[in-house]
């Protein structure tokens, strides 16, 4: 078999990561572990939680699912793991001495992640994780004695203001270092005041924090090979470390766990010809790890971006979207369905709400007072005002397109080998939306509603039900409208007649 020049390249080579416990943070991890095994050592910066040490994270981060395959066959990788306590929110992360000097003397490649990626943080304490983190690390990479790469992930919704992006750090009106230290510096009920005012065309303090991460990035990394990696909207793994991979309820995977249930049935879009950007974990992963193989090898003269997006070599729109989840859920339903799977986009509000209020709280609040009548506990209208809230985050996504020029992404793998393209797959053209869709829904339906692929016969007689009695409920609305209008309609007929309405014209 060929010899892959990613993997010679991870030999012997130490490795720091930041953000190791979160969704892309966990694929990383599992990722270098299983596909370069020549890897010296993988420092991951953690701080104790919850009143859980470090040590005890760092088993229930080994223990997580997404290492079952290395538990299996090659267990004493997960020996290289290496928890180093810190916290990005500190200068030099709160390192100890021996645990920075240890990062100095042995670490090569770094790569970035941590961030807080709440779209409603205030802003001065998304300034501290997304651009003071970015910043102390940056000091303790020029320390490092042997760094050949520095990879920090950004977002591809960094920039907004222009249709068409390309793979650049645009420059401020503004001096981004003394703007983040106006903002670090102003009093939090001041900077409450004005945060919309600063965030101008961004939707939210975490874009717009991602944005000044860049630049002050770009403007301080002096001779540090810094390289920046912008992600679209990161969904549910392609191939890797399973097919359909997630663990987690943001962004598309929200609606689409709802709408599997029927517990959403509209949401709001532009148009249904409005393109989004979705890029599979594991594709975002390995561009990444290549990323940083590309920094060292060919040591760039200044810092690069590059976009892990689909928008440029392979568009989907929201009607593709929505198409291809709902014919995927009804083809793979879970077991425990509040209604048929349907989904509507709609770009009017007065319709959207129209359709909550009717097809979403109202049943709310019957299925809650006929609990509260069991003596049940009655959740059904605050589970959905919460998913209503946290889908009106999106708004601004789903009412915008963005074009991510992704040429020195779509560089990198033309430079690979077929057997490094074989190892670390990150070609968005072949992505077949339709089967991913499928892929995505069966994720959804085992690792986040839990629910295991045996109910499937079970779940299938659920959705004809459901089905016939979506008709029927359709059947008796439509008889009771046409009754309604007849009615209505010789009402008026006798008006127009001039004479009182009689008891038997009833």
């Known amino acids: 078999m060929a010899e892959s020049n990613i993997v010679k390249f991870y030999e012997d080579r130490s490795i720091f990561i930041t953000g190791a416990t979160g969704f892309m943070g966990k694929v990383l991890v599992e990722k270098l572990l299983r596909s370069c095994p020549g890897i010296n050592r993988l420092y991951v910066l953690m701080r104790p939680s919850k009143g859980k040490e470090v040590t005890v994270r760092l088993k229930e981060l080994i223990s997580n699912e997404v290492f079952d395959s290395l538990r299996r066959e090659q267990s004493n990788m997960l020996e290289k793991i290496v928890a180093v306590t810190g916290d990005v929110t500190r200068e030099g992360f709160g390192l100890s001495p021996s645990d920075l000097n240890l990062l100095i003397e042995n670490v090569s490649i770094v790569f970035n992640l941590a961030a807080t990626v709440r779209f409603d943080e205030e802003l001065k ?101 810094l390289a920046i990696v912008r992600p679209s909207i990161v969904t549910a793994a ?41 890029i599979p974990v594991d594709l975002s992963i390995n561009l990444m790890i290549a990323v940083a193989w590309h920094t060292a090898m060919h040591r760039p003269a200044n ?47 007065w319709y959207y709400q129209l359709n909550v209020m009717l097809y979403h709280i109202m049943p709310a609040v019957l299925v809650d007072c006929y609990a509260r009548f069991m003596g049940q506990r009655a959740n059904r209208v605050r589970l959905y005002k919460k998913a209503f809230r946290a889908l009106s985050a999106f708004d601004f996504f789903f009412s915008k397109q963005w074009k991510f020029i992704s040429k020195n992404s779509d560089g990198i793998w033309s430079m690979l080998s077929a057997r490094d393209r074989q190892i670390f797959y990150f070609n968005v053209r072949e992505i077949n939306w339709r089967a991913y869709f499928e892929t995505y829904i069966l994720g959804t339906r085992r690792f986040i509603l839990k629910d295991d692929i045996s109910t499937l016969p079970e779940a299938k007689k659920n959705v004809t039900k459901l089905y016939l009695l979506r008709n029927c409920v359709h059947m008796i609305f439509f008889a009771a409208s046409i009754l309604g209008f007849s009615a209505i309609f010789n009402f008026l007929k006798f008006l127009l007649r001039g004479r009182p309405i009689a008891i038997s014209d009833l």
């Open 125 to 225: 304490d998304a300034l501290q994780m997304n651009v003071k983190g970015p910043r102390y690390l940056l000091s303790i990479c020029r320390k490092m004695k042997h760094l050949e790469a520095f990879v920090h992930v950004s977002t591809a919704f960094s920039v907004v203001d222009r249709p068409e992006i390309d793979e650049v750090i645009y420059p401020s009106t503004m001096d981004p270092v003394k703007l983040a230290e106006f903002i670090d510096d102003a009093d939090a009920s001041l900077l409450n005041g004005i945060t919309k005012e600063l965030v101008g065309p961004y939707p939210n303090t975490y874009t717009y924090t991602k944005k000044l991460a860049e630049q002050i990035l770009e403007k301080e990394c002096g001779t540090v090979p």
């Open 238 to 278: 392609l191939r890797e470390p399973f097919p359909g991979w997630i663990d987690n309820l943001n962004g598309p995977t929200g609606l689409i766990a709802g709408g599997g249930k029927g517990f959403i049935r509209v949401f709001k879009a532009e148009s249904p010809d409005l393109i989004t950007d979705l």
């Open 303 to 349: 810092s690069s971006v590059y976009f892990s997006s689909t928008s440029y070599d392979n568009p989907i729109t929201f009607g593709q979207f929505e198409t291809f989840t709902t014919f995927a859920w009804r083809k793979y339903p879970t077991k425990d369905m509040l209604w048929y799977p349907t989904s509507e986009i709609t770009n009017k509000n």
